[in-house]
């Protein structure tokens, strides 16, 4: 399951915090809608919530950076970016590596009939 | 055992130093990942799963033996990402090798035979290259997902030793490995003529798109045990024996995260080479304020139940040699007879 493409509904069962957390794990670009109207792209690669004041660090799509940006200064988060981690698995290089097998059976003429 | 004297000499005194300093908590082995970009694209790994602009972005020279100095550990670990991409790696190495670390570049080997034939390598006791070796020919493309990489790697092994450097492999292992054919990888690499080789489970990266093949403890333990029982004469590996004893269920260890820490693009990574948490702006800020009582098995963290991968138990492995006349009877005894 991956979180491409969800724009999250802060709510009191969805905090702000625990959308960061989830970006914060999110392997793809996000945007960091601010409360003055503003957006930021980029990766999020560190969330210290215990600082003093809590912020979010990240390097925006052009790799700038880090930027940093503090809890507060932030209205929601967006997972616009591809989630790298999702697809490429093992199971579907095993699955291509098969079918690639098939079809040179095929072209030889060996396969099953 | 195959961990060259002068080697065990410089770790042993870095070790007892510390722990006659009275310090705690340690670095013994930096993990410094000069970049994320890698070759290839293996299911098992958690490393290179990140958008462009941070695949193709890499820490500078400088930001790198900042890192080692802060650091101060007698060994570093050059991973990845592939670091002979790294447009920096011959000057990273040449700096490192001055200042006397061993260092451990762990590559895949596919540019390894056209980097040495550049010339951007000189031999020295200091430099090994650890080659990313996770069995047979069959076993290994499997893992990292492309024909071809075994017979590459090979190259790169036969084309270094030639020119006298120190070759080691480093193997993961993942669940469904074939003791059997893990015996004859050994036997295998030993007569290419590595030096050693360095083996470890592997670990479940939350990110790492296959999540199925990571082993469990107690199948880590049997697997260990039946690819190590009686290990043949002429096998050599390059870790702490005890370390090896631990897998096979034969010690137990708590983790000693703090013992591998990692530098990248983004910090000092919290807690441990593995799990991502967070990062520290300083080597002091990653040990002095991260929550150390919250990893390893004792603390009940789920992420830490099933790992028992070296960088957080080799070091803990180390630790006990030099902390107990038995832990050092029982290494000594381990390195003279290859017996684990």
């Known amino acids: 399951m991956t979180l491409e493409g969800w724009v999250p509904e802060l709510s009191e069962s969805l905090t702000l915090a625990e959308v960061i957390d989830l970006a914060f794990d999110y392997r793809g670009n996000t945007t960091v809608v601010k409360v003055d109207g503003t957006e930021a792209k980029g990766y999020i690669f560190n969330r210290s919530s215990d600082a003093p004041e809590p912020f979010i660090q990240m390097f925006d799509v052009a790799g700038n950076g880090p930027i940093k940006i503090l809890y507060s200064e932030i209205r929601n988060i967006k997972f616009t970016g591809r989630d790298m981690a999702a697809g490429n698995s093992w199971q579907a290089w095993l699955e291509r590596k098969e079918r690639e097998k098939a079809e040179k059976a095929a072209r030889l003429g060996t396969g099953p009939a | 055992m195959a961990v060259p004297l002068s080697q065990m000499w410089t770790v042993a005194t870095y070790v007892l130093k ?81 200042r006397r670390k061993y260092v451990y570049l762990c590559t895949n080997a596919i540019l390894l035979k056209e980097k040495l034939e550049q010339g951007v390598f000189s031999p020295s006791k200091y430099l090994s290259f650890s080659i990313h070796m996770d069995g047979l020919r069959e076993e290994h493309d499997e893992a990292v997902c492309r024909d071809g990489v075994y017979d590459k790697a090979v190259e790169g092994i036969k084309a270094a030793l030639t020119r006298g450097f120190r070759v080691t492999t480093n193997t993961t292992l993942f669940d469904g490995a074939n003791p059997l054919r893990m ?127 070296h960088c957080g138990y080799e070091a803990t492995a180390v630790d006990d040699t030099f902390s107990n006349w038995k832990g050092f009877k029982d290494t000594v005894v381990a390195t003279l007879t290859g017996k684990l």
């Not at chain 2, 190590?228 to 983790?255: T, V």
Request: aromatic share 12%; with cysteine; charged share 25%.
């Open chain 2, 183 to 309: 015996r004859e990888f050994f036997d295998e690499m030993m007569k290419l003529g590595v030096e050693g080789m360095m083996l470890s489970p592997g670990y479940s990266y939350s990110k790492a798109p296959d999540q199925e093949h990571f082993l469990r403890r107690s199948k880590t333990h049997e697997l260990f045990s039946r690819m190590l029982s009686n290990p043949r004469e002429h096998w050599k590996f390059n870790q702490s024996p005890l370390f090896l004893q631990f897998l096979m269920g034969q010690r137990d260890y708590e983790c000693t995260p703090w013992g591998n820490p990692t530098f990248n693009m983004f910090g000092w990574q919290r807690p441990c080479y593995l799990l991502q948490e967070g990062y520290a702006e300083s080597f002091r800020d990653l040990m002095e304020n991260t929550r150390w009582e919250q990893y390893g098995r004792k603390s009940g963290n789920e992420k830490c139940q099933d790992c028992m991968v």
């Open chain 2, 18 to 98: 510390q722990r006659l300093r009275g310090l705690k908590r340690y670095p013994l082995v930096l993990m410094l990942e000069p970049l994320f970009r890698c070759n290839l694209t293996c299911a098992g790994c958690g490393k290179i799963q990140y958008p462009a602009q941070i695949l193709k972005k890499h820490l500078t020279l400088e930001q790198c033996l900042k890192a080692v100095d802060e650091c101060g550990a007698p060994v570093v670990s050059i991973p990845g990402g592939e670091p002979l991409m790294y447009p920096s790696i011959g000057e990273l190495v040449d700096a490192l090798v001055q």
